[in-house]
């Protein structure tokens, strides 16, 4: 899909309405570095610039959608990440978040499906991306404080540096976030 005709990091029109739910998208109409303008060289399949150094990491889990399966994303992405470094309260929160995505994809998602589970560490970005066949889209709830679900992308909100989702050529949806470990 070409961006072009666009500021830098803005939605072009055409792609408005599939890519929803990032907080930068809701405050100035950009989004962080996910699609180049006119004369912005990237690598497609990464948004990197040419000549660039490689991500830290850039991986794939598949799980099944079943009850274990946010338990499993969880400890992964932990893992990784702490491989390359990100640890702490970053790290944390990076785990908390991955397996609320992982979470929702086995709730809302068809069960016995498989999850992908995408992790790439780029700096001090860290961005998690988790892919099921459901078709649904998220959002953000406020349920009442007695209710025992649907807080999962209230913390999304919360605790990422963006997030947002997409729609899959298939029919199935990618839920993702960014945690800026610098931030």
Do not use: Y
């Amino acid at each position: 899909m070409a961006a072009t005709g666009s500021a830098p990091g803005t939605v072009p029109d055409a792609c408005a309405g599939r890519v929803s739910g990032t907080r930068a998208d809701r405050r100035d109409g950009r989004l962080s570095g996910t699609l180049g303008g006119v004369g912005d060289v990237r690598d497609l399949r990464s948004g990197r610039r040419r000549g660039a150094p490689p991500p830290l990491l850039d991986d794939e889990l598949v799980v099944i959608a079943e009850r274990s399966a946010s338990r499993q994303a969880r400890h992964w992405v932990m893992r990784s990440v702490a491989g390359v470094g990100v640890g702490g309260a970053a790290n944390q929160v990076i785990e908390l978040l991955a397996g609320e995505l992982v979470s929702n994809a086995v709730v809302h998602g068809p069960a016995g499906e498989p999850v992908h589970v995408a992790v790439r560490v780029d700096g001090p970005l860290v961005r998690v991306a988790v892919t099921d066949r459901g078709g649904g889209t998220p959002r953000v709830r406020h349920p009442e404080p007695t209710a025992p679900s649907g807080r999962g992308m209230a913390l999304v909100e919360a605790l990422s540096t963006a997030w947002g989702s997409a729609r899959q050529p298939d029919g199935g949806t990618t839920v993702w976030f960014e945690v800026d470990t610098d931030a």
